[in-house]
């Protein structure tokens, strides 16, 4: 064995320990650091050493040369965007899935993949999903997103009586998705799938809003030739606004389309009691996407994507092999995602709920809700800043009240 690789071995517990040190220091460093560090330029690259010294040269030069360019974006003061942190189970939770380094994508080994499921149906519970909804864990909601359109490009298929999976997007012809204020994931997704950006249709929304206007929506489905796909937004990342998909779920019932709902961070208005009603009707989609990283605190890389027709899902993401067996009534999870081999990803999320539970997951969601209405309010005391829209959950939309101009809001956000 090579000496350093050697060494490391015989001394593991011990560098565990200083690996420990150094990321409680990170940790402990939140409150002092900059948000984002000053842009600089990225440190003069180095060839690959020849020899490395073993993981602790690797530790100190990791602590002197990148991680000060970290960002604090997991502590208290990083309000960028809708991104989350990580709560201590979460972070032991990724500890211990890095230790254990499981490939759970099959019934070969099959305890990685009982716990995703497991894991899933806690998640299912958590926003309000029925068991009609089975869900697979993803990199993120680009992914779940993407998954979920997939499913939706097959059964387009279904129903125009081509095989989509054996014959290519082509055979469908020309696609419409339907939606107000779609991410750009959304789009992203559409490129990937051949279904091609411009499918995506934006309806109106209501005036002042990002929430489609439920009367446009039909009017375009009326019009359309064809079955089409919806994807419904719960929770838009500029305002967060949220369709309503009660009505829109309403309205599949005559014009019989997949009904996709972007829930990335929105789903879990369903767990505070006063902003449940955001997301009625979620359980009635066909697929929905819900992040992880985000507002469940567990670490990158983690989202959900829950469908209805998991035979649909396995029929684009079939991975026939000798020696994987038959698919079978419960496909293993290497025929239900773009990815075969993938990380006990499920693990961190696991830890997070099991050790909080419903309550503590609850009380975080409302502990930031509170945390946005009482910014919101500095704002509006403010007299240069001026709400762009009401603070309907997590996010402040704000901007100067006079004159603002790309530079000077550019100046605002630096500070
Ligand atoms: C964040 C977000 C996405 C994309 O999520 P990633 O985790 O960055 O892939 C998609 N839709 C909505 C509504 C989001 O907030």
């Not at 864990?137 to 095989?163: C, H, K, P, Q, Y």
Request: charged share 20%; net charge negative.
């Amino acid at each position: 064995m090579h000496p350093e690789l050697a060494a490391d071995l015989d001394r593991l517990p011990a560098l565990l320990e200083e690996t420990r040190q150094q990321a409680l220091a990170f940790l402990a460093g939140l409150d002092d650091r900059p948000v984002i560090p000053p842009r600089s330029e990225p440190p003069a690259a180095e060839p690959l050493p020849e020899h490395g010294g073993g993981l602790p040269a690797a530790l100190t030069e990791f602590a002197e040369r990148w991680q000060p360019r970290l960002s604090a974006s997991v502590g208290p003061r990083y309000y960028g965007f809708v991104t989350g942190g990580s709560t201590p189970a979460a972070l032991a939770g990724d500890w211990l899935t890095a230790a254990a380094d499981q490939n759970s994508n099959s019934s070969l080994d099959p305890a990685g993949q009982h716990l995703e499921r497991q894991t899933v149906g806690w998640l299912r519970e958590l926003f309000g999903l029925s068991p009609a909804h089975s869900g697979t864990f993803v990199s993120g909601a680009t992914m779940s997103n993407t998954v979920g359109l997939a499913i939706a490009r097959e059964w387009l298929g279904e129903r125009l009586g081509v095989d989509v999976a054996e014959d290519g997007a082509a055979a469908l012809g020309r696609v419409r998705v339907l939606s107000g204020s779609a991410h750009s994931s959304v789009s992203k997704a559409l490129s990937v799938l051949g279904l091609g950006r411009r499918a995506l249709t934006v309806v109106p929304v209501l005036p002042g809003r990002e929430a489609v206007d439920v009367a446009a929506l039909e009017r375009a489905l009326a019009e359309a030739e064809g079955p089409c796909i919806v994807v419904a937004n719960a929770g838009t990342v500029n305002t967060v606004d949220f369709d309503d998909l009660r009505a829109i779920a309403d309205l599949r019932e005559r014009y019989g389309f997949w009904l996709h709902v972007d829930a990335a961070f929105g789903a879990f208005a369903a767990l505070s009691p006063e902003h449940a009603d955001l997301v009625a009707g979620l359980d009635r989609a066909d697929s929905v996407c819900v992040d992880l990283h985000k507002w469940l605190n567990v670490p990158y890389d983690s989202a959900v994507q829950f469908t209805r027709r998991p035979d649909l899902q396995a029929r684009v993401f079939r991975n026939a092999a000798a020696y994987l067996g038959p698919l079978g009534e419960h496909p293993d999870l290497v025929h239900l995602t773009p990815e075969n081999s993938h990380r006990l990803r499920a693990l961190a999320a696991w830890f997070t709920l099991r050790a909080y539970g419903r309550a503590g997951q609850r009380e975080i969601v409302e502990r930031c809700v509170a945390g946005a209405r009482a910014l919101g309010e500095a704002v509006t005391a403010i007299d240069g800043l001026r709400l762009l829209a009401p603070v309907r959950l997590n996010v402040v939309c704000f901007t100067l009240a006079a004159d603002p101009t790309p530079e000077r809001l550019a100046a605002l956000a630096a500070e």
